[in-house]
């Protein structure tokens, strides 16, 4: 049995995507034979979060701790980079159920049932279409308690536009603000991006820039989508989109990752809430 479950293979034209069956990870997404992401292989796990979906949550909550309609809640502290957090979501190592698999597309759901830090049942999906204009990922939560729930949602592809390290490559992200954070990544405020290192408004190589941003005040194109280029030097460009639903993105740029993936990809992470949202 691979350590992320069943394997769901999508192909459509020269694409060809696969999404697992533990956390409805997107573990591999290739166009004409080269990866689009920093995916895994089908013999490993899923470290870093590479490909999962951020649910109910996206980001860390500091100390796991938080305060909903006048009741104290204690999650799970499981931040890999030992910063005592509670990290995205509660959904990343469960088993989900494929419904109606297609040859270009999935939907993949789950109830999260109610736990002692998340007092909730939610109906979870995601669904992963392949067209003639790329991958399409779509998130969704259902409500099943009878009170009110906290829920926030994202997701955590690495792109990849080749095998150099990320230094290179020519980032745009139409953000106007990021987030500033402390020594365990948490929120401390917000500025705004120009004039700083962190100004990717006009396209620009990352050079030795060392992100781990949270970015907002997104510029939308006229059809409402924001958009995220990256750019090898050899031409080879790919796009990451986002409708309004997700009114952040965190940019991360791998350097504490395993040395075999550090800088190799970049994270760029739709969000609908910024981290320690809750």
Do not use: K
């Given at each position: 049995?691979?350590p992320?479950?069943l394997?769901?293979?999508l192909?459509?034209?020269?694409?060809?995507?696969?999404v697992?069956?533990?956390?409805?990870?997107?573990?591999?997404y290739s166009?004409?034979?080269r990866p689009a992401?920093?995916g895994?292989?089908?013999?490993?796990?899923?470290?870093h979060a590479?490909?999962?979906m951020?649910l109910?949550?996206?980001?860390?909550?500091?100390?796991?701790?938080y305060r909903w309609?006048?009741?104290?809640h204690?999650?799970p502290?499981?931040?890999?980079?030992?910063?005592?957090?509670?990290?995205?979501?509660?959904?990343?190592?469960?088993?989900?159920t494929?419904?109606?698999p297609?040859?270009?597309?999935?939907?993949m759901?789950?109830?999260?049932?109610s736990?002692?830090?998340?007092?909730?049942?939610?109906d979870l999906?995601?669904?992963f279409d392949?067209?003639?204009?790329?991958?399409?990922?779509?998130l969704?939560?259902?409500?099943?308690?009878?009170?009110?729930?906290?829920?926030?949602?994202?997701s955590?592809?690495?792109?990849?536009?080749?095998s150099?390290?990320?230094?290179?490559?020519?980032?745009?992200v139409?953000?106007e603000?990021?987030?500033?954070?402390?020594?365990?990544?948490?929120?401390?405020?917000r500025?705004?991006v120009?004039?700083?290192e962190?100004?990717?408004?006009e396209?620009?190589?990352?050079?030795?820039?060392?992100?781990?941003?949270?970015?907002?005040?997104l510029v939308r194109?006229?059809?409402?989508l924001?958009?995220?280029a990256?750019?090898?030097p050899?031409g080879?460009?790919?796009?990451?989109?986002?409708d309004?639903?997700?009114?952040?993105?965190?940019l991360?740029?791998g350097d504490?990752?395993?040395p075999?993936?550090?800088?190799?990809?970049?994270a760029?992470?739709p969000m609908?809430?910024?981290?320690?949202?809750?």
């Open positions: 049995e691979p992320s479950g394997q769901h293979r192909v459509h034209g020269d694409q060809e995507a696969v697992t069956e533990v956390g409805a990870t997107l573990r591999s166009v004409g034979g992401i920093l895994f292989d089908v013999t490993e796990q899923a470290t590479r490909g999962q951020l109910p949550w996206p980001g860390r909550v500091g100390n796991g701790r309609q006048g009741v104290d204690q999650l502290l499981d931040d890999e980079y030992g910063l005592t957090n509670a990290i995205h979501g509660l959904a990343r190592w469960a088993n989900w494929a419904e109606a297609a040859t270009d597309r999935v939907v759901r789950y109830r999260l049932h736990r002692d830090g998340y007092p909730f049942c939610l999906t995601a669904t392949l067209d003639d204009c790329g991958l399409r990922v779509t969704s939560g259902t409500n099943r308690s009878s009170l009110p729930a906290p829920f926030g949602a994202g955590h592809p690495y792109l990849a536009v080749e150099e390290l990320v230094d290179g490559w020519r980032l745009t139409p953000a603000t990021r987030l500033r954070t402390d020594s365990r990544m948490l929120p401390t405020g500025e705004p120009a004039g700083t962190f100004d990717f408004r396209p620009r190589v990352i050079g030795h820039t060392r992100l781990d941003t949270a970015y907002t005040d194109d006229p059809d409402g924001a958009r995220v990256l750019e090898a050899d080879r460009r790919l796009v990451l989109w986002t309004d639903d997700c009114p952040w993105l965190v991360f740029s504490d990752l395993q075999a993936q550090r800088r190799r990809g970049l760029v992470e609908t809430c910024p981290p320690d949202a809750l």
